[in-house]
Structure formats: C-alpha cells, structure tokens
C-alpha cells in the first residue's frame, strides 16, 4: 500500500477499495513489456546475427510504447486517477510499500532514459514503428563518443537486472499479501 492512499483515505473518504480499470491496465501492461524488454534485450546479443537487427528493431519499437505507458501512469497516479482506500486498515508492511513502488518508478524512469540515450549516442535515431524519433537536444561531444555510447549501453543492461529483481521482489510482496495475510492487495489490483 502506498502513503498516496492513506493521503486518499483521509482527503476522499469515498474513494473505491479497488483499483480503477485504467489503474489496472497500465499497471500490468508495464509489466508485461518490461518482461517482454528484458527478455529481447538478453536474446539481441545471443542470436545469429541476422536476428539482431530485427530483434532490436521490436526493442526499439515496444520501448517507445512503454515509454509512453509510463509517462501517462506517472501523470495518472500524480492527478489522483489511481485514487484507493483500505477496505480495513493498513496492511503490515504499509510504510515500506511506498518506498518500494516509488523506487520501481524510479528504476524504470532510469532503465528508459538510459535506453534512449544509449541509441542517441550512436548517433541513430529511436524508430518506433517505422518512425524515427531523433535526439531533440543536441548531444554534449562528451555523450558521443563510442566509449560512452558502450557505457550507456551497459548502464542500461545493467540497470534492466536490477529493475527486474526488484520486480521479482515486489511480486513476491504480493504473493505474500494473497497467499499468507489473504488481504485482498493482490485481488484489488489483479480484478
Ligand atoms: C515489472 C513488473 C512490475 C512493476 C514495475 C510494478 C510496479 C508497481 C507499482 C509502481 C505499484 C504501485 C501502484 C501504482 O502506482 O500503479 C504496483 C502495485 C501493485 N503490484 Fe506491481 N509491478 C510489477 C509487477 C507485478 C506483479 C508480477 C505482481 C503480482 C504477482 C504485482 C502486484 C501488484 C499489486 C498487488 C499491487 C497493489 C499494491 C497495493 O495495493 O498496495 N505487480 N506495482
Ligand atoms: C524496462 C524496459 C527495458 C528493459 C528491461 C531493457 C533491457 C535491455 C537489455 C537487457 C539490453 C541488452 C544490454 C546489453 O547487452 O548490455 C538492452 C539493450 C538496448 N536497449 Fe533496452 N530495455 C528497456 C527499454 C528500452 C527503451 C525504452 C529503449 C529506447 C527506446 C531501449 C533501447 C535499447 C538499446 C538501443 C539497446 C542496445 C541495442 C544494441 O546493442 O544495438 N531499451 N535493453
């Protein structure tokens, strides 16, 4: 449970005690494409080489697609669209929740900043869907060097481990929550 919903407990009393269906889409479409990123971007490196271009042709593509999912799901949990109430009471674990899912917000802000720098470093544009989305500030020297773009490319390799550890961790807490405290968290957000 987040610090948003006891905030939205206190100031909307009538708030619903379940996710919204908007809540629920972006939530699980997110997570479904960054399973499906991590999983492309481990393969792009270990096929033939003929698979590698289009490999990263549907990385590129699908990165635009949860880049824009994230932007709206920042916009709709900070406008209060993600609005929630306990049913009854907080939750244990209620003050680390916040914490945990303001860090995964943070990780995959990172992971796709990273991700689109690591391509604009290159000097290449972000095609997404056939349409190429080019750097829109002009790149320090410093950022285009090959060296750099390696180490983007890397960070963002990296960054993708520990995002999706993190998420392994946050799937656990819900699995917890519906299999030892049967809470209802993992319920309101899946239905
Ligand atoms: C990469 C994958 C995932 C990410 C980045 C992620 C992120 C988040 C975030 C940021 C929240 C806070 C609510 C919000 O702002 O929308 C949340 C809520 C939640 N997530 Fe995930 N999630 C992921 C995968 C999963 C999985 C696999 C499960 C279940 C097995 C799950 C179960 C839940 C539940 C039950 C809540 C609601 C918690 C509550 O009501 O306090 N999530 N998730
Ligand atoms: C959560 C989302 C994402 C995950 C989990 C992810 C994961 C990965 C991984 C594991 C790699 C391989 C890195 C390596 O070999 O060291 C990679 C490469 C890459 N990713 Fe992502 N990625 C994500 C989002 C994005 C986004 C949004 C973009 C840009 C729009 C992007 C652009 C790239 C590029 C340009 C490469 C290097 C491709 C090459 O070697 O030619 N990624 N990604």
């Given at each position: 449970?987040?610090?948003?919903?006891?905030?939205?407990?206190?100031?909307?009393?009538?708030a619903p005690v379940r996710y919204g269906?908007?809540?629920?889409?972006?939530?699980?479409?997110?997570?479904?494409?960054?399973?499906?990123?991590?999983?492309?971007?481990?393969?792009?490196?270990?096929?033939?080489?003929?698979?590698?271009?289009?490999?990263?042709?549907?990385?590129?593509?699908?990165?635009?697609?949860?880049?824009?999912?994230?932007?709206?799901?920042?916009?709709?949990?900070?406008?209060?669209?993600?609005?929630?109430?306990?049913?009854?009471?907080?939750?244990?674990?209620?003050?680390?929740?916040?914490?945990?899912?303001?860090?995964?917000?943070?990780?995959?802000?990172?992971?796709?900043?990273?991700?689109?720098?690591?391509?604009?470093?290159?000097?290449?544009?972000?095609?997404?869907?056939?349409?190429?989305?080019?750097?829109?500030?002009a790149l320090p020297f410093a950022l285009?060097?090959?060296?750099?773009?390696?180490?983007?490319?890397?960070?963002?390799?990296?960054?993708?481990?520990?995002?999706?550890?993190?998420?392994?961790?946050?799937?656990?807490?819900?699995?917890?929550?519906?299999?030892?405290?049967?809470?209802?968290?993992?319920?309101?957000?899946?239905?």
């Amino acid at each position: 449970m987040s610090g948003f919903e006891v905030i939205d407990a206190v100031r909307a009393p009538t708030a619903p005690v379940r996710y919204g269906a908007e809540t629920r889409w972006l939530h699980w479409s997110c997570a479904v494409l960054i399973l499906a990123q991590f999983v492309l971007g481990e393969l792009m490196h270990r096929v033939p080489h003929a698979w590698h271009g289009p490999i990263v042709s549907v990385h590129l593509s699908l990165g635009v697609l949860l880049a824009a999912l994230f932007v709206t799901r920042v916009a709709w949990r900070l406008t209060g669209g993600r609005a929630i109430r306990f049913a009854a009471g907080p939750a244990p674990g209620a003050r680390l929740a916040p914490l945990a899912h303001g860090g995964l917000y943070v990780l995959l802000g990172g992971v796709i900043a990273l991700g689109y720098l690591a391509r604009w470093s290159a000097g290449q544009p972000v095609v997404a869907f056939g349409v190429p989305i080019a750097s829109p500030f002009a790149l320090p020297f410093a950022l285009m060097s090959p060296v750099a773009h390696q180490r983007l490319g890397s960070l963002h390799g990296w960054l993708a481990w520990v995002i999706i550890i993190a998420a392994l961790g946050h799937a656990a807490a819900a699995l917890y929550h519906a299999l030892v405290l049967r809470d209802g968290v993992l319920r309101r957000m899946w239905r």
